[in-house]
Structure formats: structure tokens, C-alpha cells
Nanobody, 124 residues
Framework: QVQLAESGGGLVQAGGSLRLSCELPGRLFTSYAVAWFREAPGNDREFVAAVNWNGGRTMHSEAVKGRFTISRDHDKSTVYLQMNSLNAEDTAVYYC?????????????????WGQGTQVTVSS
């Protein structure tokens, strides 16, 4: 079973920044699209951002566009989510998912490898 490894969550004040990391096994990194989703208590898993296998294409949800940026580092087999201007509505458990995709997709059902999640809490 493939397990992705998220890190970088924590407690931050409103207006602050965090950078989340999602490490993939090297054999997956070169061919898999990766997406970030988040899940707040009582809510469904919500799409945040996605990047294709080579980093050439990205997609961000309207809720985070202009504040969050997804990127990938091939040398480190890691995908990042840089989160700026955080607010209380960003509080959630953040998950990364991976899949072989022909086009970027914002549906959680399309991703079949997942990490355990990392908690992000924004205090107002």
C-alpha cells in the first residue's frame, strides 16, 4: 500500500503563512498528478489545488486562488502548498492525493493514493 506523507501543518494567526509538504515515493513522483484537499469538521472533502506530473500545469480553487500556490520539486519528490493570508475559514485537515491523470481533476474520487493528513488551525 502506497502512503503519502504530509507535513507542515500547525497553528498560525490570521494573516500568517504556512507551507505544507507532500512527499511521494520516488517511483510515483515522475508520473503522478498530485492534489491537495481539505476537510473541516462536518464538511465534505474540499478541493484546494492540483499540479500535473511535471509541474507544468496547476489548478487552484476559487477559495484559495491568489493566496495559495501549489508546486513540485522533482529533486525532493515533494509537492508543496504555500499558503499565505490565512484566515479562520482555512482551518481544516489537509490531505494530499496522487493519481495518474490525463487532465487535472478537482474530484477526490479520482485520486487513489492518500496521506494521513496534517492539521492547519488559523486563529482569528
Amino acid at each position: 500500500q502506497v502512503q503519502l506523507a504530509e507535513s507542515g501543518g500547525g497553528l498560525v494567526q490570521a494573516g500568517g503563512s504556512l507551507r505544507l509538504s507532500c512527499e511521494l515515493p520516488g517511483r510515483l513522483f515522475t508520473s503522478y498528478a498530485v492534489a491537495w484537499f481539505r476537510e473541516a469538521p462536518g464538511n465534505d472533502r474540499e478541493f484546494v489545488a492540483a499540479v500535473n506530473w511535471n509541474g507544468g500545469r496547476t489548478m487552484h480553487s476559487e477559495a484559495v486562488k491568489g493566496r495559495f500556490t501549489i508546486s513540485r520539486d522533482h529533486d525532493k519528490s515533494t509537492v508543496y502548498l504555500q499558503m499565505n493570508s490565512l484566515n479562520a475559514e482555512d482551518t481544516a485537515v489537509y490531505y494530499c492525493g496522487a493519481a495518474v491523470l490525463g487532465a487535472l481533476d478537482n474530484r477526490a474520487s479520482k485520486y487513489y493514493y492518500w496521506g494521513q493528513g496534517t492539521q492547519v488551525t488559523v486563529s482569528s
